[in-house]
């Protein structure tokens, strides 16, 4: 039997070696994967994003030995027919690989990965170049796959950046995607939001789920109003446990209704009368429209996804 440590490790030295073979791959939405999977010409694996990126099933003989053996040392070999499909996909981004869960994402605790990580990466990059100042620590609430944490670890070398969640299986990724990265000044810790640390943040970045799912995924089911819960949870703990000059940087999505925007209009009464000051934008007018066929999206409008900051003035 080998050890969680034993296929950690093997996981690792699976994702450096499709890096020095040129992997890449862009994760698309849930439901551009399965569209593109279901033509027939994709039913089957050809080469590496194919098993690794679409999640397609394959046969032993397209990959080199190394690569299918290192599989087997990880514990993501999925046996499909006489086929074989990988329990985990490797997505590209800024110049780094993550590993997350494979396609389609419907375990308790999958580890999701896709467009909204872009746009969480980009919303990170844009803060970090706006507010130069020295980051001492740091945290990502809810971290997945690592993602956030580790950008924001190898953009500030000199920071203490930990990696927030509940989910064992993201604390393991995020430590597997912190060592393919060279992100050292990163630790993956299990907490419910900020219970579990100590002390005051000079940044605390945030991607929590925000959708309404039926059969509450962790990587989903925001819980609340209109998935709304967890959100508004990340913004009432981390506003208490910034730095001076600390900010929040919450990624999130918010189903409107009426044309009106019930998330912002929680956020300005959360924090009004409160020494913060924020700023909030739409960053995409329209997300996971499917969503609004049916459940608890049937009287919205859209799903727009956004960025809300805070920061605590310096004393």
Known sequence: MISEKAQDQALLHLAQALRERGYHFITPTPLTHERVNQR?????????????????????????????????????????????????????LDGQLFVHSAFPTEAADAVFFGPDTYRFASAIQAHLNLHRGNIGRAVDIGCGSGAGAVLTALARPQAEVLAVDINPAALRLTQVNAALAAADNLQARHSNLLDAVDGEFDLILANPPYLV???????????????????????????????????????????????????????????????????????????????????????????????????????
């Not at 397609?56 to 397209?62: A, D, I, N, T």
């Open 213 to 315: 799912d039926p059969t509450e995924r962790a990587y989903r089911h925001g819980g609340g109003p209109l998935g709304a819960g967890l959100s508004l949870a990340i913004l009432e703990s981390a506003i208490t446990r910034l730095a001076p000059c600390g900010s929040l940087l919450l990624y999130t999505g918010v189903a409107m209704v009426d044309n009106k925007d019930p998330f912002r209009q929680e956020v300005c009464q959360r924090l009004e009368g409160r020494p913060l000051e924020w700023r909030y934008r739409e960053v995409d007018p329209d997300v996971f429209g499917e969503e609004l066929l049916g459940g608890a999206y049937t009287r919205c409008d859209r799903i727009a996804a956004v960025v809300l900051e805070v920061t605590r003035p310096g004393s």
């Open 40 to 92: 027939p010409e994709n039913a089957l694996a050809e080469d590496l994003p194919d098993v690794f990126g679409w999640s397609r099933p394959f046969q032993r003989e397209l990959l080199p030995p190394a690569i299918f053996s290192l599989m087997e040392q990880a514990g993501v070999l999925e046996a499909c027919g006489s086929r074989w499909r990988s329990r985990v996909r490797l997505s590209s």
